[in-house]
Nanobody
């Protein structure tokens, strides 16, 4: 059974950094692209970043471009989101998703950025 488990969230101050991890199991990890999404309180879930099955072609939402970096280690079945220069508006639950049409999701990890 395909499973995604996010970790690395926490409470940081504005300007600090966090690295999120998404560990995958139960399928051939390099079969699909993987994306990060986030959902802030009272807001719709939004796409943050994605990377293809081989670790290339990273893409980013305008709000995080230049501050966040997505990467994946297919040998470790893990995708990362390095988040630098965090802002209070980055506060959200962060999810990783994969599969055809991103139909598999993790449980999320909370990121809180204080001003």
């Amino acid at each position: 059974q395909l499973q995604l488990v996010e970790s690395g969230g926490g409470l940081v101050q504005s300007g600090e950094s966090l690295r999120l991890s998404c560990a995958a199991s139960g399928y051939s990890f390099d079969s699909y692209a993987i994306a990060w999404f986030r959902q802030a309180p009272g807001k719709k879930r939004e796409w943050v970043s994605c990377i293809n099955d081989r670790g290339g072609s990273p893409n980013y939402a305008e709000a995080v471009k230049g501050r966040f970096t997505i990467s994946r280690d297919n040998a470790k079945n893990t995708v990362y989101l390095q988040m630098n220069s965090l802002k209070p508006e980055d506060t959200a639950v962060y999810y990783c998703a994969t599969g055809a049409g991103y139909n598999y999701w993790g449980q999320g990890t909370q990121v809180t950025v204080s001003s």
